[in-house]
């Protein structure tokens, strides 16, 4: 079983920065996808970014350019920094890994882009 906690949301002013961190616990070996999903309100959840083990990245087109997702493979944990942050960026930010067929989600971190 693996656990997922996420941590540094919050609220930013537009145009502004931010960067998530998710750590993995349970994980015997290297999980191979990684990444961050979004839901704002009325919404469904949708991809940001993910990237696998072996560094492959894949972006939405809506911050491609202004974030950048890591990983630490020694640590189980991702990294999603957000740059530019822009009000339509207001949503809970879901952390996910796909670890052999099974898929795990994080609880969840909001974050508010708002002056």
């Known amino acids: 079983q693996v656990q997922l906690v996420e941590s540094g949301g919050g609220l930013v002013q537009p145009g502004g920065s931010l960067r998530l961190s998710c750590a993995a616990s349970g994980a015997s070996f290297s999980i191979n996808l990684m990444g961050w999903y979004r839901q704002a309100p009325g919404k469904q959840r949708e991809l940001v970014a993910t990237i696998t083990n072996g560094g492959s990245t894949n972006y939405a087109e809506s911050v491609k350019g202004r974030s950048t997702i890591s990983r630490d493979n020694a640590k189980n944990t991702v990294y999603l920094q957000m740059n530019s942050l822009e009000p339509e960026d207001t949503a809970v930010y879901y952390c996910?890994?796909?670890?052999?067929?099974?898929?795990?989600w994080g609880q969840g971190t909001q974050v508010t882009v708002s002056s």
């Open positions: 996910h890994a796909k670890y052999f067929v099974t898929n795990y």
